[in-house]
DNA sequence: GGCGCTGCGCTTGTATACAAAAATGTTGAC
DNA sequence: GTCAACATTTTTGTATACAAGCGCAGCGCC
């Protein structure tokens, strides 16, 4: 079963984290999670260690490891690099996909048209990301793919945020058909710029959504 | 002085294995590394992970970590990642770089141009080197430059290879001028290219010298 | 009253002991 | 001679014990 304790406690924490189970900067205690887990402080640590490589919590040392809630300025950084990251899977892609990978991302397309039509915003959302996935596997470059899947998944929490604005759907969907004709014609730079910019407004949507909350209080 | 031990492991473990202290898939014997540092096997096991999480070394569970030995397919694909990258970093750069930012990367480059004139590969290297760290920093995206920094750090070995390739110097120079022209002219498609061009063709050099090396044996 | 010093407790970092799984060597049957 | 099953050894993974630095309270000094 579980081979290794300490993957397991990695996968549960960083759940925690990201679902916001500990307040910003808050310390990890060792023997607070040790005791949680039932396990010693050994494969806490180990995990520790993990998560601090993944940037999902800032390690001082002597004084413990804490968690990073990143601020406006380094999300909007991350979806900037996000951006960055798809465009360039997306300059690749056009120069490599193949007739098999684009009817892949036209079916999975499809699924997300009709996800809209519903409209069913859980599912819409996974399809998205799955036509991403896609994108980044058509890039024919495993280093590019896996440096885009990390960053997707760290900014998953702050994405679905935005997903249930107005209009965003409709929009997103006209966005994906833009990337679909641009890759079809194998018009790299095409590609990218639309790809660019179909993750930048996410971002820019998700800083409105900052300024409002902000605002409100 | 050292505070953490394994902080001075985790350097020490890094270049040994960036400059070949060990064979390719070699497992990394803990008990024999920490007879060889002195301590325990708990900090070297800490190290280990760090190494692990940045991509040196894999992780079989219950087995142990292996050095990786990257093939020609994955350092091409890093090199294109790299291409990417800095492509990125160029494109943002363009947009947000200062005056100030323009006049330092004038003035490395100044020095670039003297090494090469000397020549000196060394020299070279270095300015080289800072001439691009500037551009990372012009893109005012913390996240994008610290990926590229990374992956720069990890190409190093590599990169030096093909530094002595007869004209290569003279080639890179003209480039980082035009680099350079299209900063100066804001235009961010253009400075996206010609850096995408510029680390490309370290990439091909690179290939070309595989090749070269392989066909000889 | 404010400031710095000192000692104690708490937490991290490291060493060692133990458990469990994989690698290896040995023996015996065919 | 080969192969498979078992025992031994080796090595990883985890628990516990110990060391060492940081923070903070209490105390004295200015």
Chains 1, 2 share one sequence.
Not at 109 to 137: M, Q, T, W
């Amino acid at each position: 079963m579980d081979v290794r304790r300490a993957d397991h406690i990695l996968d549960n924490l960083e759940q925690m984290i990201v679902t916001g189970s500990f307040a910003h900067g808050e310390r990890l205690d060792e023997i607070r999670l040790s005791e949680q887990f039932g396990v010693s402080r050994t494969p806490i640590r180990e995990a520790l260690q993990k998560l601090v490589a993944s940037g999902l919590v800032e390690q001082r040392p002597r004084r413990g490891v804490f968690v990073i809630e990143p601020g406006p300025v380094e999300l909007v950084e991350m979806f900037e690099a996000m951006a960055e990251l798809e465009a360039s899977c997306g300059y690749l892609a056009a120069k490599r996909i193949t007739e098999a990978n684009l009817q892949a991302l036209q079916d999975v397309n499809e699924l997300c048209k009709r996800a809209v039509a519903a409209p069913d915003a859980d599912k819409y959302y996974a399809h998205n990301e799955k036509f991403h996935h896609l994108i980044y596997e058509a890039a024919q470059s495993s280093y590019l793919r896996d440096l885009a899947l990390r960053l997707q998944k760290r900014l998953k929490p702050y994405r679905r945020l935005q997903l249930h604005l107005r209009g965003r759907l409709e929009q997103s969907m006209a966005e994906h058909e833009a990337i679909l004709r641009a890759l079809a014609d194998g018009d790299s730079k095409r590609t990218a710029d639309e790809l660019r910019g179909h993750v930048a407004v996410q971002g820019e949507k998700f800083h409105h959504l900052l300024s409002h909350l902000k605002s409100k209080r």
